[in-house]
């Protein structure tokens, strides 16, 4: 379920989390953490679901994740035997590797904290926002789709 985030300096919007899409695809709403931008994460279920089982046997398989938004490349294939892991890049300039540590993450913005089990505790922290980098960013509620 994807949490949604809004500042009230600069009117940005982006949300960070899983959910599921049509015809068997999931997505991850992802963000970027200099500028803000939504960017969308496709996988196939049987790859989104493949992160689960590690470790029971699919070592050898190939996943192929697809972005939707303003990133390079549009596409990325993870061979499980290539420990280095793809570079991303932003429209805005951020580079960085493809994972929660990268530019392109779906990790909550600066300030909010983790909650070990669920993502993220509800609360009325306020955040810094990757935009105008003002403490003014809030959790602005949760969504399904």
Not at 115 to 144: A, H, Y
Request: proline residues 8%.
């Amino acid at each position: 379920m994807p949490m949604r985030y809004g500042c009230s300096s600069c009117g940005i919007r982006f949300s960070t989390g899983s959910y599921h899409g049509s015809s068997g695809v999931w997505c991850t709403a992802l963000y970027c953490r200099e500028c803000g931008a939504s960017i969308i994460l496709q996988q196939s279920s049987q790859t989104f679901l493949g992160a689960f089982s590690c470790g029971r046997g699919d070592q050898a398989r190939s996943y192929r994740y697809e972005f939707i938004g303003s990133v390079k490349p549009h596409e990325i294939v993870i061979d499980p035997g290539n420990n280095v892991p793809p570079e991303v890049e932003c429209a805005c300039g951020a580079k960085g590797p493809f994972g929660p540590d990268g530019p392109i993450t779906d990790q909550p913005p600066e300030d909010f904290q983790h909650d070990s089990l669920f993502g993220i505790r509800r609360s009325t922290t306020v955040g810094i926002c990757p935009r105008c980098k003002r403490q003014t960013l809030r959790q602005r509620g949760e969504w399904i789709a």
